[in-house]
């Protein structure tokens, strides 16, 4: 499982995930899904186990938008008996606003 998180390696991650590979990764968008796909591997690399009753995502229909999108969460349990249930939640924002005309917002 995941030790420590290395600031040269979330900057990494960050840089990857606004790059233009992903389009903006606009809510319903293609490049929003081919992140959270990324995501996912990311996080099962890093030993996490699904949040969701045994699912990566939790999906919605994205307001005033285009279709559905998800929230990707994972979970690390615990090893210390005494503070094993205890939760911390560490978040961010997957979706973005995508493109507009001939630009992608990054």
Do not use: C, M
């Not at 319903?28 to 990311?42: F, S, V």
């Amino acid at each position: 499982a995941l030790a420590v998180v290395r600031k040269d390696s979330l900057q990494a991650n960050l840089t990857h995930l606004s790059s233009a590979q992903y389009a903006g990764r606009g809510s319903g968008d293609a490049g929003n899904e081919q992140a959270a796909e990324w995501l996912i591997a990311k996080f099962q690399a890093a030993g996490l186990q699904p949040a969701f009753s045994g699912d990566w995502k939790q999906k919605f229909q994205v307001p005033r938008g285009k279709g559905h999108t998800s929230n990707v969460a994972g979970i690390l349990p615990g090893n210390d008996p005494e503070l094993r249930n205890e939760i911390v939640v560490v978040g961010g924002h997957l979706d973005h606003l995508g493109t507009s005309g001939s630009g992608i917002y990054y």
